[in-house]
């Protein structure tokens, strides 16, 4: 890691910090996931189908939760993550899972992930919520999504809206920029989004946001196809106060306050090779 970027080995350390805060959480629930063994969320099934021996691979998966509930649904999966803490909780949670035989974890910078995965080709390319704005530049996320897309491959991304990102932490007010910026947004807060139980140790981190826009035209310049993309007025956690829970792990305005977009979801199919850039 000697070339590694200071943004990158900044944001390393504070999710070091996060991957052991959040494995005790109750937002994460990691004893009642192991209990109730869900699998794949409704929506997911609704976009993917069935994935029963496909070849599945989660970028930037944290510690595997939703890595793993695609293999228990019988996908073939890979999950990375450039934090080592992450992927060796995750491995954890695989055999105590008993789904270690199909599950395989990775560190690895999400950007290096081609190299690491030794070129390997994937049915889908699984991307949860949260995951772009740890990234500068979302043409490199694309052209590492097209290059491990099988032909026919499909994409599944679903993140937090630009929109959304862009807003202050308290209050409707623009804090960022919607667009990608070279320059990132620095946080020194010491709480993370679950119920921690102790502040990180490790406050400092580097993001990025990135507008619909240049996402959809990323990955269009890297040979894919979009097939659908939807905005939702809801997220999975309490980003204001004044959200309202709507459903399990759902969070939406209160009807006083007009609509606002609050995460989306985009699907993709990889229908030509990537274009040399």
């Known amino acids: 890691m000697g070339d590694e970027p200071a943004y990158a080995a900044a944001n390393r350390a504070n999710w070091d910090d996060r991957a052991g805060i959040h494995l005790e959480s109750a937002f994460y629930d990691v004893e009642g996931w192991l209990r109730d063994q869900p699998g794949p969320r409704p929506r997911e099934i609704d976009a993917l189908g069935d994935v029963a021996g496909l070849r599945l691979l989660h970028l930037q998966c944290h510690f595997g939760l939703d890595t793993l509930a695609f293999a228990r649904a019988g996908a073939e999966v890979t999950g990375l ?9 995750a491995r954890r ?5 008993g789904l270690a035989a199909r599950a395989t974890f990775v560190c690895a910078d999400v950007y290096d992930a081609v190299e690491a995965l030794g070129g390997d080709a994937f049915d889908i390319v699984y991307v949860s919520l949260g995951a772009l704005c740890w990234l500068p530049s979302v043409d ?3 052209a590492v999504v097209g290059a491990l897309l099988a032909p026919g491959g499909r994409l599944y991304l679903h993140d937090v809206h630009p929109l959304a990102w862009s807003l202050s932490d ?5 804090a960022h920029t919607y667009f ?3 320059e990132p947004f620095v946080d020194d807060s010491d709480q993370t989004y679950t119920d921690a139980t102790r502040p990180l140790a490790h406050r400092r981190s580097y993001e990025w ?3 619909l826009g240049e996402t959809v035209t990323a990955l269009v310049a890297h040979g894919l196809r979009i097939t659908q993309l939807t ?3 809801w997220t999975v956690w309490q980003r204001w106060p004044w959200l309202v829970q709507t459903g399990p792990h759902q969070w939406s305005v209160p009807p006083a306050i007009p609509r606002l977009p609050l995460t989306f979801t985009l699907s993709a199919d990889r229908v030509l090779p990537p274009e040399p850039r």
């Open 231 to 233: 905005e939702h007025d």
């Open 209 to 211: 946001n990135h507008s």
């Open 170 to 174: 308290d209050e409707l007010t623009f």
């Open 180 to 182: 990608e910026e070279r």
């Open 93 to 97: 949670l695989a055999e105590r899972a």
């Open 81 to 89: 993550d450039f934090s080592p803490v992450a992927v060796g909780n």
């Open 140 to 142: 490199r996320w694309a």
